[in-house]
């Protein structure tokens, strides 16, 4: 029987340790990027991986084989053994002293197969699996990343990892991450070999904002009042649910739109109007309020920047949409589809030049102002989580853990395949009691579905992206 999230297991942990480069590297420093040390990525993002037993690895330790491949992997990754220090104007800084990236092995008195649907976001017990260390979570001088390997009873195990989001973003955690597996297979060199060169996405000199950027517009005194008096009201009790929107409920969404975005949006474009206008609703927000839809973009593939393969920086955008909350509530969905698609128009060269300048002139605002009435949606299923491979072959689940890993009112997309093949999506969200409930039945209207279905039904997984 599957275990219920209300459940618990016991866990014995061995004491953490400092894992440095297996080499000696370079000592020396190095800036991050202009997009890097943003305020608004100053936090720590976790990750989780669950693998089933592999008899082909002749019951070997994960743990220590992964602890081994990691110093291995740090010989090419040595920043992210490093401690971050602070300079003139917020600018943040590695230096790479090697003091190590904090490892912990546990294990766990459970089985794979009992934890059933529960290792998807929205997972309940994420911070045992990733416990938190003292002294790691801060962004100067701390460990940039933290990492447990669980194993369980049936011979499986869990890989967890925390790592600081000023030194990537997904694409180049993965790149990390597939490093440490074939070096845990073998290899003595990554087959992708890592590239620095932040100053590829440094501010210009001098720097100058040529575009719009309202994902960085800041609250006034006045929003600041209003989230206040939103934050006392609702911020006490709220609750974490994940959704899953397969080709039936998808499908059902799509008949709300208009012909001309029927084929011409994404699913995560078309999910994410979605949710953004069922939780504007559910939260009944002031119909003349400003609210702020932000969504992550990729740069990697952006013509003029030239980025390199290797990569392994933060290469996003964070374009952002301001409406009033009445205007997207009471227009049709095609309303915000075509906001979201002018504003993902808008991400080009100059405007992600624009973008590193302006951090620069204005202190490295973050893009989360206006708190509530704020909503961040990111779609984390291609990145790669679901490929990383240590030796027992590509995990049940790789993703995020559901929103209780964001410090922000955010949505972070994953994809799953049901036992009929389908691609389902995952939306975990959080909301006060009151609002969620609200939230369902928005959502049962769009997605003409029994809303029981839609966040309680059981979702057999088969396999991963």
Known sequence: MPLSSSLSFPIRRKEPELVMPA???????????????????RFHAPTIMYYRKNPRMGGKNPARLIRDALAKALVYYYPYAGRLIEGANKKLIVDCNSEGVVFM???ADVRLEELGNTILPVCPYWEELLCDVPGSKGIVGCPLMLIQVTRLMCG???FAIRINHTMSDGFGLVMFLNAIGEMAQGASVPSLLPVWQRELLKARSPPHITRLHH????????????????NAE????TINKSFFLGPKEIGAIRKHLPPPFIQSCSTFVIVAACIWKCRTIALQVDPEELIRLTFSMSLRNIRGLDLPSGYYGNAIAIPGVVTKAKTLCDNEPGYVLGLLKEAKSRVDEEYVRSMTDLMVIKGRPSFFAWKWRDYFVSDLSRVGFGEVDFGWGNPVYG????VGGSMYPSTLFTRIRNEKGEEVIVVPI???TAAMKRFQDELKKFAQWPVEDLCGRSVMITSKF
Request: aromatic share 6%.
């Open 234 to 237: 609702e911020d006490e009790d």
């Open 430 to 432: 959080e909301l006060p």
């Open 215 to 230: 994902e960085y517009d800041e609250s006034s005194e006045e929003d600041n009042n209003y989230c206040t008096h939103m």
């Open 23 to 41: 080499k000696a590297v370079p000592r020396e420093i190095k800036e991050l990027s202009d997009i890097d040390d943003q305020q608004g990525l």
């Open 105 to 107: 092995e546990a294990e």
């Open 156 to 158: 499986g195990f869990t």
């Open 399 to 402: 993703g995020t853990v559901g």
